[in-house]
């Protein structure tokens, strides 16, 4: 049954709530098991079309989600995307506002690029087929003009450590490797190169057949 008051309602004894949304619909919060019942709220009853209201919250179980759609129209109130997720689980990196998740996959960092947050993959990992310099990185200068790889090589050895490449802009490149010991033994172990061709940097290595390279990146 519902009530009307036209004024707000106090409780003169602080041990006592005046409203427990807990234990039931408070306007503009509900509780329901199922999302159809949450798609239900307010659903072509005119008498209580006062039960739909934009930023209602609905909480489904333990999971929240709050409704942004553009008005309470059956369509728009039964339409997912409507609705942003919050809560104790079911909460996704995509219900966060600003956030471009297009290419999102496991293990990505999140950069904020000035306008989004957007996902960032600075995993590498090649298999390497050839003696010959195989390229491991490439970016363009104007982006970036040094970094550093976190690094394994797993091969004829083993080994771990940071390779670091700097270029000065004009006509210069460093590269530095700080590694551990090998483990295992290589005649002629792998050996990292940097250069840059055109408008692009480079991170390459050489020696490197039958090695597996993997790094995390970081483009300075």
Known sequence: MAIKFPD????????????SAIDGDVQGIYF??????RDAVGNADIA???????????FVGTVGYIYEGANLT????ADATNWITFGSSGGTFATLADTDVSNLN??????????????KD???????????????????????QSAVYSYSLKGSHSR????????????????????????????????????VTGTTLLLRLVN????????QATRI
Do not use: M
Request: cysteine-free.
């Open 8 to 19: 707000s309602i106090t409780q003169n004894n602080s041990n006592y709530i005046t409203v």
């Open 160 to 195: 771990a450590g940071q390779v670091i490449i700097d270029y000065d802009g004009v006509s210069t490149v460093e590269v530095t490797d700080i590694s551990t010991n090998p483990i295992g033994t290589d005649a002629n172990p792998p050996e990292f190169e940097a250069s």
């Open 122 to 144: 600075d995993r590498l990992e090649t298999t390497v087929t050839t003696d010959a310099l195989t390229n491991l990185d490439t970016f363009l200068i104007a982006d970036y």
């Open 74 to 77: 059956d369509i728009e109130w």
């Open 48 to 58: 209580l079309d006062n039960h739909r209201a934009l930023g209602t919250v609905v």
């Open 106 to 119: 496991a293990g990505d960092t999140v950069v904020f690029d000035g306008t989004n947050l957007v996902s």
């Open 32 to 37: 329901v098991d199922t999302i159809a019942e």
């Open 208 to 215: 490197g057949n039958g090695y597996i390279f993997k790094a």
